[in-house]
């Protein structure tokens, strides 16, 4: 069965730092690209940062200088390093990627959901 699973959400005080993991299990090829996003409640869900197959990546303004997103293709996995957190950071963060089945085929897929809250 193929699946993101997501890890490294935790609470942390105002300032602190945590790094977030999306790994790809199952029959893959690769991650073609992908993206982490975060929902707080009673918010919608909005996109964070996202990196491309070549590595090229975005990030939203509220995060720009404090979050950044990397790939490690051979363990199948992306990350989301947060430092300075801020209350405002507080939310259910989740993985999206694009994966490839094969050299022709993708299928896109979201991770569980991780819990990241900053207290202050």
């Known amino acids: 069965q193929v699946q993101l699973v997501e890890s490294g959400g935790g609470l942390v005080r105002f300032g602190g730092s945590l790094r977030l993991s999306c790994t790809a299990s199952?029959?893959?090829?690769?991650?073609?690209?992908m993206g982490w996003y975060r929902q707080a409640p009673g918010k919608r869900r909005e996109l964070v940062a996202a990196i491309t197959n070549s590595g090229s990546t975005n990030y939203a303004d509220s995060v720009k200088g404090r979050f950044t997103i990397s790939r490690d293709n051979a363990k199948n996995t992306g990350y989301l390093q947060m430092n300075s957190l801020k209350p405002e950071d507080t939310a259910v963060y989740y993985c999206?990627?694009?994966?490839?089945?094969?050299?022709?085929?993708?299928?896109?897929?979201w991770g569980q959901g991780t819990q990241v809250t900053v207290s202050s």
């Open positions: 999206n990627a694009r994966l490839l089945m094969d050299y022709s085929d993708y299928k896109d897929y």
């Open positions: 199952g029959s893959i090829f690769s991650i073609y690209n």
